[in-house]
């Protein structure tokens, strides 16, 4: 009699150590099978579609090409296609949302001791959802208090001012006119109780909206 066919994995991240690490922790765990490694996000697209995998451990930031969450939206749109858990080191409001909006069944952080994140990836493996609980705090708070929460957009909108965007610019990252970005922002503005961009950005690193 043989028993349940093993948890074949895919694992998405830029860095070899980070891929080696996960690896090692993975293959220890019984069930567990660690069937390929893509260093983009682009890689991670392909192999998915590729067949022969369960679950993919995808990070957020591949450097240059595509982001983790526009992976994941790839992945995931793909009927019976693998679950996506997402393992990164952000944990802001901005990242949160993409990822769960991308439709990735699970959100752990790169710290998780071990067996939590064996137990996420068995979660995501079954098609339950596999937060981590800091994450699903945050969630939480969003849902309590809608009015103030930003949106993604806005998220998305002050997450490139903060890195210095003019609203020229921030307009055709996002597609959107001059006065949908200046829109947004006054949203935001009213949101966190600012009148200035860089007040605005100050307050959403602190409240770890937007990163760093």
């Given at each position: 009699?043989?028993?349940?066919?093993?948890?074949?994995?895919?694992?998405?991240?830029?860095?070899?150590?980070?891929?080696a690490g996960l690896r090692a922790v993975l293959d220890t765990e019984p069930g567990f099978t660690v069937v390929a490694e893509a260093?983009?996000?682009?890689?991670?697209?392909?192999?998915?579609?590729?067949?022969?995998?369960?679950?993919?451990?995808?990070?957020?930031?591949?450097?240059?090409?595509?982001?983790?969450?526009?992976?994941?939206?790839?992945?995931?749109?793909?009927?019976?296609?693998?679950?996506?858990?997402?393992?990164?080191?952000?944990d802001t409001d901005a990242d949160i949302l993409a990822a769960v909006e991308a439709g990735a069944s699970g959100y752990l952080l790169?710290?998780?001791?071990?067996?939590?994140?064996?137990?996420?990836?068995?979660?995501?493996?079954?098609?339950?959802?596999?937060?981590?609980?800091?994450?699903?705090?945050?969630?939480?708070?969003?849902?309590?208090?809608?009015?103030?929460?930003?949106?993604?957009?806005?998220?998305?909108?002050?997450?490139?001012?903060?890195?210095?965007?003019?609203?020229?610019?921030?307009?055709?990252?996002?597609?959107?006119?001059?006065a949908t970005v200046k829109s947004h922002l006054v949203h935001v503005f009213a949101k966190l109780g600012v009148d200035s961009r860089?007040?605005?950005?100050?307050?959403?690193?602190?409240?770890?909206?937007?990163?760093?």
């Open positions: 009699m043989t028993g349940p066919a093993p948890v074949r994995l895919l694992l998405a991240d830029d860095h070899p150590v980070v891929r260093a983009t996000a682009e890689r991670a697209v392909e192999l998915a579609a590729a067949g022969g995998v369960d679950v993919v451990l995808m990070d957020l930031q591949f450097g240059a090409g595509m982001h983790g969450s526009e992976a994941t939206a790839a992945i995931t749109a793909v009927p019976g296609g693998p679950k996506v858990l997402v393992l990164t080191t952000y790169k710290d998780a001791p071990p067996e939590e994140l064996a137990a996420a990836v068995r979660t995501a493996a079954a098609g339950q959802s596999a937060l981590a609980p800091a994450v699903a705090h945050r969630l939480m708070d969003r849902m309590r208090t809608p009015a103030e929460a930003l949106t993604k957009r806005e998220l998305e909108v002050l997450q490139l001012v903060g890195e210095g965007l003019s609203n020229q610019q921030i307009s055709k990252v996002l597609f959107l006119s001059q860089t007040a605005a950005v100050a307050a959403a690193r602190e409240r770890r909206l937007i990163r760093r």
